[in-house]
Nanobody, 119 residues
């Protein structure tokens, strides 16, 4: 299993950025693909999730500003981030669920990509 994230970047507050993640293998759709964010000194929290059978879900802090999407043919997911705020500064991780053996589900992680938003 391999999850490869695109490079993040630095933007000014109010700006936009798109993250991409390429996954290998077959995604377990009951828990799908996710983006997590970890701000300095804080826990890693889920930002958004998407699957073929679950309506996209967002953390309250990003609703209306971030959009998660997938290209199932390419096994990719995206996180479009708009109206970025300084508090969105974090390492963003791509994650995806895999069921490598019957009855077990594992969440695999990408290496993380840094997003810096300056005010």
């Amino acid at each position: 299993v391999e999850l490869l994230e695109s490079r993040g970047g630095s933007v000014q507050a109010g700006g936009s950025l798109i993250l991409a993640c390429t996954a290998s293998g077959y995604i377990f759709e009951k828990c799908g693909m996710r983006w997590y964010g970890q701000a300095p000194g804080k826990d890693r929290d889920m930002v958004a999730m998407i699957s073929a059978i679950i309506t996209p879900t967002y953390a309250d802090s990003v609703k209306g500003r971030f959009t998660i999407s997938r290209d199932t043919a390419k096994n990719m997911q995206y996180l479009q981030m708009k109206t970025l705020k300084a508090e969105d500064t974090a390492v963003y991780y791509c994650a995806a669920c895999y069921s490598t053996t019957p009855g077990t589900v594992f969440l695999y992680w990408g290496q993380g990509t840094q997003v810096n938003v300056s005010s």
